[in-house]
């Protein structure tokens, strides 16, 4: 089963954080950013947060379960998304300990990517060989 959008839109609202916590649609499931980094993820319309000494602390009877069938051990938030004060500090503290998320390279220029004409041209040219010489030759006529 999907989560459903209004459990994001409830998940949003309960932590309070305004525009710092944002979310994506994956495979069906969400990922939740907050700052741009990737926190936690919404999966049957349940909240997996990273694990994280800090979350751990601050919500010791949460379970360590998979968000999904052979996926990792997150902590999966329960009770404490009716709390929402303790919800967002899990979320903030989280954040804190991960590492922040690596800046967007930039595209390589299409001519060096698909190896075109600059890269072709400081290529040295094919040898000819005896089998391409005799095709090249024109028959007599």
Known sequence: MATDASFMEYVSEQAGLGGRLTYRKMFGEYALYLDGVVVAFACDNQVFLKPTPAGEALAP?????????????????????DDSELFARLLIATAAALPPPKPKGKAKSSAKAKGTTETKAKAKPKARTKTTAARTRKSPG
């Open 61 to 81: 009877s949460a379970a360590m379960l998979p968000a999904y069938p052979g996926s990792k051990l997150y902590l999966r938030l329960a009770d404490e998304l």
